[in-house]
């Protein structure tokens, strides 16, 4: 989907990612969408738009080329692209193979939209909606390798990286301190965030967290116990940092980070937390104490295998920038903000 192939399911039709296409004459009377797109395009029943990621298929008055489907794809090109349709919602016949494809695109970083049955599209490649049941599978997820890193917060850290053959992402941990089997790490999850952890973006409190969390752990470290700082590369709470950028894009225009991500047809939490269930395995940690200010995630981690034995909370302050969004974060993801 990367490279905008298309992809035959098996039971369904043909379907090209509208964004990575690259079949310059590939034209479709029909596209999927998520529901959160076709809701804003009045597509959507009640029921559907409740998922805001559930698929919705769409038939327009005229073919779908790729700048129209671009257009349709992409909720922050609605200004610069503002009329479209008639549209019509119809029935799909191969749901489940509908709902693995948008979040195969999910997966892929990339929006989740096709042409259904396109002309002149390209050599298809199979895909069977069983097939997502092997890329959620985090058994083949293996320590790579290991080495002494110094680094400010502890000159005696340990960084691991976990490699799986099913997934192109390398993801990391860090550890302080020496694991003790009848004491319960500190462990931190942080998802990568390449505009606040390395470029030092306001908008949101990722850099802080980050930092304070490698202090945190490595004070553990240092009074006998030990600490876990995993780096996650699930961009944007598992949507990719493109679609992360086009959601920045869309609250500029005005919509909270919940509903940017919802528009786009993305859900506002994908991140995998199984894989960090298989990191901390491979740790030795069978039980945590987990550095969160999120419920849900204490929640995600349990039903991923892990037992939270204590829920350490990890509160900075805002900023200008970014009162915003962590007050979306408290008043509509639940976090335990003040």
């Known amino acids: 989907m990367r490279h905008g192939w298309p992809i035959?399911?098996?039971?369904?039709?043909?379907?090209?990612?509208?964004?990575?296409?690259i079949a310059a004459s590939a034209a479709s009377d029909r596209m999927l969408?998520?529901?959160?797109?076709?809701?804003t395009l009045k597509l959507a029943n009640q029921r559907e738009a409740a998922v805001p990621h559930?698929?919705?298929?769409?038939?327009?008055?005229?073919?779908?080329d790729l700048a129209a489907a671009r257009a349709m794809a992409d909720p922050a090109l609605d200004l610069a692209t503002p009329l479209k349709g008639p549209f019509?919602?119809?029935?799909?016949?191969?749901?489940e193979g509908a709902a693995?494809?948008?979040?195969l695109a999910r997966i892929a970083g990339i929006l989740p939209a096709f042409m259904v049955d396109p002309i002149e599209a390209g050599e298809a490649q199979p895909f069977a909606p069983a097939d997502l049941a092997a890329l959620a599978d985090q058994g083949s997820l293996v320590i790579a390798t290991r080495a002494h890193l110094p680094v400010?917060?502890?000159?005696?850290a340990e960084i691991l990286a976990f490699r799986s053959a099913d997934d192109m992402r390398e993801h990391v941990a860090l550890v302080f301190g020496k694991p003790v089997s009848d004491r319960a790490p500190l462990v931190r999850l942080h998802s990568e965030c390449l505009t606040g952890d390395v470029l030092g973006s306001l908008k949101c409190d990722c850099g802080p967290q980050l930092d304070a969390a490698l202090e945190a752990a490595s004070a553990e470290g240092r009074k006998g116990g030990w600490g876990v700082v995993l780096y996650l590369r699930q961009e944007g709470r598992g949507i990719g940092l493109v679609n992360k950028l086009r959601a920045y894009r869309l609250q500029d225009q005005g919509h909270d980070t919940i509903d940017a991500n919802r528009r786009l047809g993305l859900p506002d939490e994908a991140r995998d937390f199984p894989v960090a269930a298989r990191m901390l395995d491979l740790l030795g940690a069978r039980a945590v104490r987990l550095m969160t200010n999120n419920p849900a995630k204490v929640t995600a981690l349990e039903a991923a295998g892990v037992r939270?034995?204590?829920?350490?909370?990890?509160?900075?302050?805002?900023?200008?920038?970014?009162?915003?969004?962590?007050?979306t974060k408290r008043d509509r993801a639940g976090h335990l903000l003040p």
């Open 88 to 95: 019509r919602a119809e029935p799909i016949d191969w749901r």
């Open 8 to 21: 035959a399911l098996v039971g369904g039709p043909v379907l090209l990612p509208a964004e990575t296409a």
């Open 100 to 103: 693995a494809a948008l979040e």
């Open 54 to 64: 559930a698929p919705v298929l769409v038939r327009g008055a005229e073919p779908f």
């Open 308 to 327: 939270v034995a204590e829920r350490v909370p990890h509160r900075l302050p805002d900023n200008p920038h970014n009162t915003r969004y962590l007050a």
């Open 152 to 156: 400010a917060a502890g000159e005696d």
């Open 33 to 39: 969408i998520g529901a959160a797109r076709a809701e």
